[in-house]
């Protein structure tokens, strides 16, 4: 299939699916469909990435900090003042479009964390697809812990539009990747077995989907209800689960009646504030650090005192190892055992390894080789 002919290959497909009536007759046509549409656009994707190996002029950002937190949005919703309200960063405002134009950096230092926060370009409709600088914004969310979708209070339905460019580059929100598992086998055919039984889609469906990507045997195991968007999602393996926080802007330049009015209109859970008047901007930082579930470590050198007014900032799930790889890059190599105190061991001074999951408020000593 050459290169050239991949998008009107798309076009074709999605003509099709638009000419077709959704009913239980042809959700396994329109669920196909859907399936070559993600692989074509997955070649497209891997012909787009061959050739854009250019300068990135400010979008390499490299991570620092407890966790990253990006902000996209369409151009002048008022993510620099955001930016700026939070962290004290002098990111260009203006009442104009495209006043960002790089990637700028700020830092929120909040309730002993440092979040590194990043003020994008703002993106416009077809971004995915390579419009303006889209493509680069986009790819800088995929390394984010949180993507702020702001937008303008007058303009609530360009939400989607956010939603659907990230989609398209393989970012998916507020949800988890699939809980399935597919094994490539050599005989047999595809055997599928339902710990949950499957109601968002057919066993035929999904068995022809994994022929579309050259399944022919295979072991599949259902552990919850899924649909053939996610089975895609699954199969291509190259997608990103991110939270995200909705930030409605702008609310001073409106009456409550037309607040509430706006408010029914948003799919995802949102904060309304005014980056300019101040408003509900404490809120905002306190609703950031706890969507990141931060947890406190207590670090206390072997022989020594339990170091209670430093905590190191981890990320809830973190294990022993986290915090070698935190501490210092040769400190996993130099690990010997860790002793731990807290809620995560049965006793105090209890042994632990790399992989033992670490809980609030433990205290930690790690004891390296000789």
């Known amino acids: 299939m050459s290169a050239l002919g991949i998008p009107e290959k798309i076009k074709a497909i999605q003509d099709e699916i638009l000419r077709t009536q959704l009913n239980k007759a042809t959700e396994h046509h329109i669920g196909l469909l859907k ?6 656009k997955r070649e ?3 012909v787009q990435t061959k ?21 996209i949005g369409l151009p002048s919703v008022g993510k620099s003042t955001l930016l700026n309200k939070l962290t004290g960063s002098k990111s260009s405002v203006g009442a104009f479009q495209f006043t960002t134009v790089t990637v700028v950096p700020g830092v929120l ?31 800088v969310a995929r390394s984010a812990d949180i993507v702020l979708l702001v937008l303008d209070v007058f303009q609530p339905y360009h939400e989607d539009v956010l939603i659907n460019e990230l989609a398209n580059v ?11 598992v597919i094994e490539k086998s050599t005989t047999g055919g595809i055997a599928v077995a339902q710990q949950v039984k499957l109601k968002k889609m057919s066993i035929k469906l999904l068995k ?31 997608k990103t689960y991110a939270k995200a926080i909705t930030i409605l802007n702008k609310i001073d330049l409106v009456d409550e009646k037309f607040l509430k009015r706006v408010t029914k209109k948003l799919k995802t859970d949102f904060i309304s504030v005014s980056a300019d008047a101040d408003v509900n901007i404490d809120k905002l930082r306190d609703r950031i650090y706890d969507e990141l ?14 170091d ?16 070698c790889n935190k501490l210092h890059r040769r400190l996993r190599s130099e690990f010997r055992y860790g002793l731990a105190w807290g809620k995560s061991v049965k006793f105090g001074g209890q042994r632990v390894g790399l992989n033992h999951i670490l809980q609030d408020e433990d205290v930690l000593t790690i004891i390296k080789r000789r």
């Open 35 to 40: 399936a070559k549409i993600a692989k074509l």
């Open 44 to 46: 497209q994707e891997a």
């Open 51 to 71: 050739k854009s190996a250019k300068k990135s002029d400010g979008f390499d950002v490299k991570r620092t900090g407890d966790a990253t937190v990006v902000f």
């Open 109 to 139: 230092d909040y309730r002993g964390a440092r979040i590194q926060m990043l003020d994008l370009p703002g993106i416009i409709k077809g971004a995915s697809s390579g419009k303006g600088l889209g493509r680069r914004i986009l790819a």
């Open 170 to 180: 393989g970012i998916r929100l507020n949800t988890k990747p699939p809980n399935i």
């Open 208 to 238: 022809d989907i994994l022929n579309v990507y050259g399944y022919t045997s295979a072991r599949v195991v259902i552990r919850e209800d899924i649909d053939s968007d996610q089975l895609v999602d699954f199969i291509t393996g190259n």
């Open 293 to 306: 579930h931060f947890i406190r470590i207590y670090l206390r050198p072997k022989g020594g005192e339990t």
């Open 308 to 323: 209670y007014k430093e905590p190191l900032i981890i990320r809830d799930g973190s294990t022993v190892l986290d915090v």
